[in-house]
Each structure stands twice: as structure tokens, then as C-alpha cells.
């Protein structure tokens, strides 16, 4: 069997062209690299290089060799992925959010993954704290956190928009901003964690309905024609038929909120199949 630092050492002499440099990139001296390239040569029983006094360059048969390297080391590192993956899915993660968008889109999109994921949105300010106190592995937040113990990802934007009777707006119109919709009278569901307070700060003179239940928040705007928020994660879709509203996009900087993925340090390399899982899931939404 062929040792695999053996084949990284040819693939990268083959990237970087010399010893010197392939011993720099590997982080490695350059005897142990021309003590290595020569023992591939012998366990393979091949002629990979053409070797002169001052130079070496791979034969035919080297860059045959080159190209399945690549393949066995790329076939190697997916081996390790998937292993990670199954096993951090048989272990349970604990999960929270500062807002229920993601909140969702983590608890329905990564069903391969034994998720537990908190019922209660979390203040900001209290997002370092769980983490420490080993409340949550994991946090969406809307703030990134680097500190000597924790860290954060990108992971995506959350857009606010309202949906708002139609006969209200101009067909033309696809955006509006929050002083236009001040004033006015909205239909809230209670728990949209940070975006209340966002909707409250930007919209000082406007009046709010909260509704803590799910089904009474639906029957309402079902049964009239009061304006209500959504986000690019979170629509209605059953649009009522008596009351038809459109989608406005709302365009204040402050209608857009980043989310990271918050974690502790020692938790990285066990969380890596999960992060990379909710960036992409994220990442292959089709937003309209």
C-alpha cells in the first residue's frame, strides 16, 4: 500500500516544479522530500522522474502518476468528509437563533443531522454566553463573534419585506422604505426575535397587532387587509384570495441583517460537516 503523504508529496513537486519549493509548501525539509519521491519511485517500481545535475522533470509515466494521485487524494479527503458527516449525525447538536428565519431553514433543510433545536430565540448580547456555558454547540446570529475562544462564519442575508394590499401601491412599485410604511397599522407575529426590534426603531409611529399564536396571526391577515412582514426565508403561502397583497421590498440598510454561524473554537473541526451543510443549503435557496 502506498502511503498517502508520499503521493501529496508528488502532486505538489508536480504544482511547484522544485524541491525547494515543494518542501516549503508542504512545510517539510527538501532531503525529506527527495528521500520521499524516491521511495514512491521504488514501491511503485516505476521511472517517475528524468533527473540531471541540476534539474528533474517527471517522465510520461510521472504525469500518469500525477493524475491519479490527485484522484486517490481527492477520493481520500471525501472518505474522511463523509465519515465526519455520518458521525456528527449520529451525535446530537444543539441549535438556537436570534431569529426565526434561519431558525427554520436549519430545522427543515438538514434532516440528515440530529438536530435539537431551541424552541425560544435568543437575545444577541446572550449569544457568547450560551455558547461558554455549553448551552448550545451552535448559534445563528446577527452579529460575528471572534474572540480567543469563539468564532463565526458568513452564512447569508436575511431581507425584510411587507406585504401590503395592492389597491395601496402602484403596479410599478417593487420596493418601498420604512418612512412610507410609518403610520400605518401591521399584523405581527410575536416571534420574530431581532427583527421586533428593528420594526419598532424604524417604524416609531406606526401601530402593531402582535398575535402569539401562529394560527390567529394567520387568520387575521386571512380576514383583512392590514400589512405584514416576511422575509426571503420566511413567505406566506396561501395569499388570501379576498384581500390580495404584494411584496414590497424594503429598502433601509437596516431591513437586512447578515448571520453567522457562532461556535466554539474547540467545537470547529466537529461542527465542519454541519457549517459547510447550512452555508450550502443557503447558498442553493432560490429567493424571487
Not at 522522474?49 to 491519479?68: D, I, S, W
Not at 431581532?194 to 401601530?207: D, H, M, R, V, Y
Not at 395569499?239 to 461556535?263: K, V
Request: no cysteine.
Amino acid at each position: 500500500m502506498i502511503d498517502s503523504y508520499l503521493l501529496e508529496e508528488l502532486v505538489t513537486y508536480a504544482t511547484y516544479g522544485t524541491l525547494s519549493a515543494t518542501a516549503e509548501a508542504l512545510n517539510i525539509t527538501q532531503p525529506s522530500v527527495t528521500r520521499g519521491l524516491k521511495k514512491l519511485e521504488e514501491d511503485l517500481g516505476v521511472t517517475l522522474f528524468n533527473r540531471t545535475p541540476n534539474k528533474m522533470t517527471l517522465t510520461k509515466t510521472g504525469e500518469f502518476a500525477v493524475q491519479e494521485a490527485k484522484k486517490l487524494l481527492d477520493a481520500n479527503q471525501e472518505f474522511i468528509a463523509k465519515m465526519k458527516q455520518y458521525d456528527l449525525s449520529q451525535k446530537t447538536i444543539r441549535l438556537a437563533s436570534v431569529a426565526p428565519g434561519p431558525f427554520y431553514l436549519m430545522a427543515e433543510k438538514l434532516k440528515q443531522f440530529s438536530l435539537d433545536v431551541s424552541e425560544e430565540l435568543l437575545d444577541q448580547n446572550n449569544v457568547a454566553d450560551a455558547l461558554r456555558q455549553h448551552q448550545f454547540e451552535l448559534i445563528l446570529s446577527s452579529k460575528e463573534i471572534h474572540t480567543d475562544d469563539i468564532d463565526s462564519e458568513y452564512i447569508g442575508t436575511e431581507f425584510l419585506s411587507v406585504n401590503i394590499d395592492q389597491l395601496l401601491i402602484p403596479d410599478t412599485r417593487t420596493q418601498i422604505s420604512f418612512k412610507e410604511l410609518d403610520k400605518m397599522t401591521f399584523i405581527v407575529f410575536s416571534e420574530i426575535g431581532i427583527w421586533k426590534s428593528i420594526i419598532q426603531k424604524e417604524l416609531p409611529n406606526a401601530k402593531f397587532i402582535y398575535q402569539d399564536q401562529q394560527d390567529n396571526f394567520l387568520e387575521i391577515i386571512s380576514n383583512s387587509n392590514f400589512p405584514y412582514f416576511v422575509t426571503n426565508l420566511v413567505k406566506q403561502r396561501n395569499q388570501p384570495s379576498q384581500f390580495l397583497r404584494r411584496t414590497l421590498t424594503i429598502t433601509d440598510e437596516s431591513a437586512q441583517l447578515d448571520f453567522y454561524l457562532s461556535y466554539l473554537k474547540d467545537d470547529k473541526k466537529r461542527l465542519a460537516p454541519l457549517i459547510q451543510s447550512l452555508q450550502d443549503t443557503w447558498g442553493e435557496l432560490k429567493f424571487e
